[in-house]
């Protein structure tokens, strides 16, 4: 049975009510998925049940090779996952384990013990089975789990990656506020500039740049008195000055190698990036190409033809490429996380990290 059916076959499971126990959970939510997996899970030094952390014990150990822990699985009730998290990195920190794993069989929570940050911040990324779709949980178990990918390291790549580009998402928010004063305490050129432009654009009339720095002079006000000044209902309008308009050259864009390129389209995004890269890796399409996560069950990313690229089911989708080099294709017909998937994919073929060496907006 295909991971695919499998999901979706627990997903009605999970609807009757939760499993009695957690045996139960092991039994028929999470063996099943591991052996979809390429888990044997006949083999006890594999798939190794209570595995020995004195003085406790894992519910599974992965190993790859034999009889070497790669993940950590943890397998909890309903309701008592959250307890279990500390316990988990113990054994997986001391153990040398990389990769740790925590589910009731509906929520799987993958960690990364050895990196920064609270057990929250080391966790990498939580699927829910019931909340994302099928296809997107398929996506995500095979690029952690999958029994190839660990045992050829690109999972735990895979895993790093991801980790990295959430603490620099969640670093980036932290500093919203703080670069938007600021600007707004420099009133900053470009930033008056960028109010008045799209003032003229919305209106047809461009402000006097003695009402932009009156309005900054408000803004700057109401946010240096944000704790201690006087309560929002008491501020005329019982409102906040409004921030400005987004600029009008936000959208699509990459960087590269400090770089900016402006794109018309998210699309755009993906070629750009692809072509740049392949500049600095000349055979970066052929290891994309031999790339796992360059094949899904109907598509595949990057191809010598065109046909290659959808399955034979699909005509009316044959014309929805574009050449990126000379005999490599790229299908388009895609959204944003496929876009996303790909561009991390040529990152990992090109060595390329994502967030570092490139930064992108679809």
Known sequence: MSLLA???KIRERLGRGPCPNEQAITQTLV???????NWDCDDPEIVWPEFSCAPRRVDLALCDPRAQPAVFVEVKQPGSVDEADRQLFEYAFHQGVPMA????GQTWSFYLPAEQGSYEQRRFYKLDLLERSPEESVEKFVRYLDWQRISAGVAFDNARADYKSRRGQALAKQTIS???KELVDAEDETLTALISESVEKRCGFKPLRDDVSDFLNALRAAVGTRTEGPPIGDRPNGR???PPDPPTWAGSYYIYRDKRNSARSAKEVVVGILRSLAKDTPDLFDRCYRHPDNRQRRRTYIGHSPAELYSEDRPDLFKQHVEIAHG????????NRVKESIIQM???AAGVRVGQEL???L
């Open 31 to 37: 063996l099943p998925v591991l052996r979809a997996l």
């Open 101 to 104: 794993v925590l589910t009731d």
């Open 240 to 242: 906040l000055p409004q």
């Open 346 to 348: 040529a990152c990992d």
């Open 6 to 8: 499998i999901i979706q």
């Open 178 to 180: 703080i670069a938007w």
């Open 359 to 361: 930064k992108y907006e």
């Open 328 to 335: 490599w294709f790229l299908m388009t017909n895609f959204n």
